[in-house]
Each structure stands twice: as structure tokens, then as C-alpha cells.
């Protein structure tokens, strides 16, 4: 079963000339960043109008998840594929929560 977690499905080689392999890495470095922006416009949400302090948790939740995406734009083990699970259930739970409890007139959820 540990073997199994450390497995490396996927790894960035920049001199191998692949097409896919250049692809998924700028595309991860790119989505890292997105995820980090996201991050950013939580956090100030909260800065703005404190509605809960669930809000930095969200916040750091969309940050670890754009990290995920930094260390996958070089290597994908298996382990990095649950965490990645793991981090986008809490966001899908903390987004439901926050749009439910303290943003019910978005209707989002």
C-alpha cells in the first residue's frame, strides 16, 4: 500500500521535447496561480466585510490547493492525487457552508 502512495504517475522533463508533458506543466503553473488569485479575492472579502472566520480557512484552502498545482506542474504521485481530493472536498463543504450561512442571497449553492 506504501509503495502504492509513492508511485509517480507523471513527471515534468523539460529537455524530452513532449508536446502533452510542456502542456501540463505551464497549464498547472497557470491553474496554481488562478487558485492563488482565488485566494486573494476570499481573503479580501473577509478583510472587507467579516462575516465569519470560516473565510481565511477558505481562503487558505484555495491556497493549498494552488500549491498542489505548483509541486504537480513538476511530478504527480499518488499521494499528490488524494491530498488534491482531500483539499477540493473541503473547499466544495466550506463553499456551501459560507453561501448558505453568511452569503444566502447568492443563491449559489
Known sequence: ?????????WTYEPNSGE????????FNLVEGVLWCLLAALVLRRYL????TPLEPVYAFSFLAFGA???FEAYRLPTWLIALKAVILLALVIERRHLLRHHYPMS???
Open 107 to 109: 443563491r449559489s449553492y
Open 68 to 70: 498542489t498545482d505548483f
Open 48 to 51: 472587507r466585510y467579516g462575516r
Open 19 to 26: 508536446l502533452f508533458s510542456s502542456i501540463y506543466h505551464w
Open 1 to 9: 500500500m506504501l509503495e502504492f502512495l509513492f508511485t509517480t504517475w
